[in-house]
């Protein structure tokens, strides 16, 4: 009776030859193949002028009050990727005159606020108001999925820190910053 068990047994293991399947000599196994890929953004190229946007003079030469209608042609970041969802948030950084301190005189002011703007990589654009405090949450835009695109940035809507019954106070250079991120969410 365990003689008869023990064969059983010997049949019903897979690999394990019968009289009823020849053995053949062939062995096999399976190796698996694991890899990851974590996820990545990556801003692109600048296009020209090294990302600087050169506003020249910031004043009408008439009253010494901040030129209505400032522009300047918008920065292309050209080719950023992400290769999953990902965030594009845009800071900006109130413009001062450089080298330019203490509390200027009654009427004068020393920062020019304005709206900094990137659009191309979600369907709403990103923007800053250095103007606004606390929390800005259109400054951050999602994206699901991955993404190859340019991003432009611009910059508009300036006006005097304290009020357009301000003027600047005199500086060879007046600067400012727009800080734009890219990332990966999970």
């Not at 050209?78 to 990902?86: I, M, Y």
């Not at 965030?87 to 950084?93: H, Q």
């Not at 923007?127 to 405090?133: A, K, P, Q």
Request: charged content about 25%; overall charge negative.
């Amino acid at each position: 009776m365990r003689v008869r068990w023990l064969f059983l047994s010997l049949i019903a293991l897979p690999g394990v030859a019968s009289a009823d399947s020849p053995n053949t000599g062939e062995d096999r196994e399976v190796f698996y193949i694991n890899m990851s890929v974590p996820p990545l953004c990556l801003l692109g190229e600048v296009g020209d002028e090294e990302g600087q946007f050169d506003m020249g003079v910031l004043t009408d030469r008439s009253t010494g009050f901040l030129r209505r209608g400032l522009t300047a042609p918008a920065k292309r970041i050209q080719g950023s990727f992400c290769n999953g969802p990902s965030e594009l948030n845009i800071e900006a950084v109130l413009m001062t005159p450089e080298g330019i301190t203490g509390t200027p005189r009654r009427g004068f002011s020393r920062g020019v606020h304005f709206t900094a703007t990137a659009s191309g990589w979600t369907d709403v654009p990103a923007r800053f108001r250095t103007s606004e405090t606390g929390t800005q949450p259109q400054a951050t835009q999602r994206r699901d999925g991955p993404r190859e695109a340019d991003i432009l940035i611009d910059v508009s809507d300036f006006e005097m820190n304290g009020g357009p019954d301000q003027r600047p106070v005199a500086s060879r250079r007046y600067e400012g910053a727009v800080i734009v991120t890219l990332a990966p969410v999970p």
